[in-house]
DNA sequence: GCCGTCCTTGAAACTTGTTCCAGATTAACG
DNA sequence: CGTTAATCTGGAACAAGTTTCAAGGACGGC
């Protein structure tokens, strides 16, 4: 459907120069976003920051939504490969849980217009975006399960667990865009639901 | 506290036509919503279902935003009063709320379309339509703590766990709301979560 | 009843996301 | 190369949220 850098099922693979554009777009994107948040990533605009046409821009990216959300997959990409690299290093999966999540706060607070556009995008995409929304999901689930640090396949509960840890981390940042959340309480809503996460079972496999 | 329906406060009282007028809108809305959800309701058309100006519209409610946030807390006021009449009857805190927000869950797959309209807006509702969300904010704290039962000021971690649990149902309904949750996962995350809320204290005052 | 003020109306204009199209460019293949 | 299909471009056009404005109506104070 969307043509995808990194997956190389289900796609026809990009040419350099499709590569090139479709990253550019994105680097656009990023730019107005920084300096102004969801409002100021207006589709002509990133065409021609991206200099392609802009029926180019909505062959790749078929609305701003799946564009600001692909931005948003780009970056917890990063984070992830980050987390990967110096991975927290709390003694309980609860607390390597918040420690990631704090981390990626501290980063989010230092482009709080970026962050909104891209969460706002986020929350507001609808089933049209399901494929690029699902791979975000995904990757969040993936962060959190990394933090915690288990090895075979996470039972059901710990798999609602989870959820409701992204849940709380999803809808924190909105309550916090929006004015309602100070960045203390994000950080204390955070621990909070990491105390769901049960602690690492002497007994069984453990890293 | 929390503003009732009209708010003394704050704001100057509107004669008898401009309150059938503001009935007038958010009825329409609600029809138009409930029919076809967030893209349906279109300013002309609820300005003309409503048999008012759209610059009127306007006047009442600033944005569609503001519009679906309003149709939101009028549903909430709804759902505070019903729970008042029969209240969740389980033992522990943690149940109850269980109980009201799985009711209140229930009520909302009833009308997918009109559910998505008024989320969709409320979470991607900005700074500018503060006020608005903050109520709704305030009228959800209120009927979480309803269900929690205790009497006096909630102390902070409390309301830390309260956050949470609202954080869970505002985005477990988006996820809902997306396709990316089952129902059975919402009912499971909003139990998950419950179990946050700490027990009834046998030496402290309660019902 | 009269007057000044605020409210409502109808309609046009403006903004920005999205779609459409005809012609130019590029890539793939023989 | 030459051909053919796919892609890209520039630009117009459309859709829906929002703004603006002049003229008529309602309301409260006198």
Avoid: N
């Avoid at 043509?3 to 730019?31: F, G, K, N």
């Amino acid at each position: 459907m969307t043509a995808r850098p990194d997956s190389p099922s289900s796609a026809p693979p990009l040419t350099e120069r499709q590569e090139a554009r479709r990253r550019r777009i994105l680097d656009a994107t990023v730019e107005l976003a920084r300096r102004g948040g969801f409002g100021a990533v207006q589709m002509r605009e990133v065409a021609d920051s991206a200099d392609v046409a802009l029926g180019t821009l909505y062959r790749y990216f078929p609305s701003k939504i799946h564009l600001l959300v692909a931005v948003l997959r780009d970056r917890l990409e990063g984070l992830r490969e980050t987390l990967h690299e110096r991975p927290p290093g709390g003694r309980e999966p609860g607390a390597r849980v918040v420690e990631a999540l704090t981390r990626a706060f501290r980063a989010l607070r230092e482009e709080p217009r970026l962050t909104e556009a891209m969460v706002r995008a986020f929350t507001f995409a609808d089933r049209s975006a399901g494929a690029e929304v699902e791979a975000v999901s995904r990757l969040t689930t993936a962060i959190v399960l990394d933090a915690v640090g288990r090895q075979g396949p996470p039972p059901p509960e710990l798999l609602s667990v989870v959820r409701v840890v992204e849940h709380t981390w999803h809808s924190a940042l909105i309550g916090w865009l929006s004015g309602r959340c100070s960045g203390e309480q994000v950080y204390g809503d955070i621990k909070t639901v990491c105390e769901l996460i049960p602690a690492e079972t002497p007994g069984g496999a453990h890293r």
